[in-house]
């Protein structure tokens, strides 16, 4: 009969739930939190322990699962509408599935080549497990975000809001598109000075970095410095920080935590459009 050990079962069950809520997240692009996460998944490693022992049948280990799940989604990804909750908690129970049965074949698969379970005191053969869930995990991410961003529109809507004034924009959708502003690691749509006029300060439309002196108090708060990198060398990009940015349009339409970068030279924007944004934000 196997042994079970608390604390190995604790490390494989918080290693787990952290990959499978990193998964989820990803694939619903929620904006992750490394504090939730881990509290999520202390969460599920502590119900683990328990559970195995105190539950004397299936159908209430099972129900137990299931209550737990929600718990877990809740605990690591928040309580993003209903909605987009239930696509969560679904995905969670499919994720945990599909990473529970790939563990199973390759442990099969395992006993019927080498003749033992790896599993059984054999540290190897838990590090060839977590590799495979990291991988898989990989996979379905990478798989999720070729499948969206083939179906996303090359244009899509956006409505940017600073204080009482309000501007509805049409950006370029674009793959390559992966500017983040370094402090907060929000996404930086890119908008031409023109698309920016009103909606940032006067001074963030000039060629000079040392703008902040100009600046009143909220709008220092609101003022970052983005670098980046071109042809010519890594430059710097004025960032401004809007109270709410709306991307898409219909039942597409969300809310998205962003930076708007100022790109006083229009060369990589299309006619037609007044910026870029990431792909990845407007599937």
Same mark, same amino acid.
């Given at each position: 009969?196997?042994?079970?050990?608390?604390?190995?079962?604790?490390?494989?069950?918080?290693s787990a739930d952290y990959l499978v809520l990193l998964t989820v997240g990803k694939l619903c692009r929620i904006r992750l939190h490394r504090t939730r996460l881990i509290f999520g998944s202390l969460f599920g490693a502590l119900y683990a322990l328990p559970a195995l022992i105190l539950i004397p049948t299936y159908p209430l280990l099972l129900l137990s699962v299931m209550l737990s799940g929600i718990a877990l989604t809740l605990l690591g990804l928040g309580f993003p509408g209903w909605r987009r909750f239930l696509s969560c908690l679904f995905l969670l129970?499919?994720?945990s599935f599909l990473f529970g049965g790939a563990i199973t074949v390759l442990?099969?698969?395992?006993?019927?080549?080498? *003749? %033992?379970?790896?599993? !059984?005191?054999? /540290?190897?053969?838990? =590090? $060839?497990?977590?590799? &495979?869930?990291?991988?898989?995990?990989?996979?379905?991410?990478?798989?999720?975000?070729?499948?969206?961003?083939?179906?996303?529109?090359r244009e899509v809507g956006c409505r940017i809001t600073v204080g009482d004034?309000?501007?509805?924009?049409?950006?370029?959708?674009d793959s390559g598109c992966l500017l983040r502003e370094p402090m907060t690691g929000r996404a930086v749509i890119l908008l031409s000075s023109k698309a920016c006029e009103g909606l940032v300060p006067p001074a963030l439309l000039t060629t000079e970095e040392g703008i902040e002196p100009s600046l009143a108090y909220d709008e220092k708060k609101?003022?970052?410095l983005i670098p980046y990198q071109t042809v010519s060398g890594k430059r710097l990009m004025h960032g401004y920080r809007p109270d709410r940015a709306v991307i898409?349009? *219909? %039942?597409?339409?969300? !809310?998205?935590? /962003?930076?708007?970068? =100022? $790109?006083?030279?229009? &060369?990589?924007?299309?006619?037609?459009?007044d910026g870029i944004v990431s792909a990845e934000i407007a599937q």
């Open positions: 009969m196997p042994v079970v050990y608390a604390d190995v079962l604790f490390l494989v069950n918080f129970w499919l994720v442990f099969t698969l395992a006993v019927r080549f080498f *003749g %033992r379970l790896p599993a !059984e005191g054999d /540290v190897g053969g838990k =590090v $060839v497990a977590f590799l &495979v869930l990291f991988l898989l995990s990989s996979a379905l991410v990478s798989l999720s975000r070729r499948l969206s961003s083939a179906g996303t529109s004034r309000t501007r509805d924009l049409t950006l370029m959708t609101r003022y970052y898409g349009s *219909g %039942r597409r339409k969300r !809310e998205e935590a /962003v930076v708007v970068g =100022v $790109v006083r030279d229009r &060369v990589g924007i299309p006619e037609g459009c």
